[in-house]
């Protein structure tokens, strides 16, 4: 299948997954993806910016927090830190 508007759709199709939810590597997973390294985790390829955001999140956390935050999937991964990150220049004291 091919799509005129999403020429590397197909591409990252091949790229296998380098990690899934509950993986103990998802970190070491993401750590590659924000220095620029191609990474897919769940079946989603996972760009710098948003692998940096997921950390930024996770590096803040306690160890108990990062436990769970590991433990999430990539889509609640994802939404958790922009939610977090947005509060937080917005000035909102969550």
Known sequence: MTCPDCPDAAENETIPDDAATGDPHIITTLREAKAGHTRKIDGVVVDATTANAILTVYDAATP??????????????????????????????R
């Open 64 to 93: 108990k927090t990062r436990a769970k935050i590991a433990g999430l999937p990539l889509t609640v991964m994802v939404s958790l830190a922009w939610n977090l990150l947005r509060a937080d220049a917005e000035g909102d004291p």
